[in-house]
Nanobody, 122 residues
């Protein structure tokens, strides 16, 4: 089991930056891939980014590539999402996720956090 708790959401203006953090705990947290998803009102939850267990491989959705950066600190069991040049369309609830398999982390991860709201005003 992996437990995930997000923090860092808030209200910002377009063009601003925001950093989300996710604290992971549990027996397999350090060996799991970690990722971020988001869900805007009235839309399906969508993949944002993921990172390998050792932090050497990252993968991003086209919509955030070049603006968002995912990173992890295995010593602290945390994963972060640095979001720059935010746009109103980035407004969503952002969820941290974890899964041991790359084939699942981008589609249907086994573990989810409770989510944190990010609102970008124009």
């Amino acid at each position: 089991q992996v437990q995930l708790v997000e923090s860092g959401g808030g209200l910002v203006q377009a063009g601003d930056s925001l950093r989300l953090s996710c604290a992971a705990s549990g027996r397999t947290s350090s060996s799991s891939l970690m990722g971020w998803f988001r869900q805007a009102p009235g839309k399906e939850r969508e993949f944002v980014a993921c990172i390998s267990s050792d932090g050497t491989f990252t993968y991003y959705a086209d919509s955030v590539k070049g603006r968002f950066t995912i990173s992890r600190d295995n010593a602290k069991n945390t994963v972060s999402l640095q979001m720059n040049t935010l746009k109103p369309e980035d407004t969503a609830v952002y969820y941290c996720a974890a899964d041991p398999l790359f084939t699942r982390i981008r589609v249907r991860p086994a573990y989810w956090g409770q989510g944190t709201q990010v609102t970008v005003s124009s």
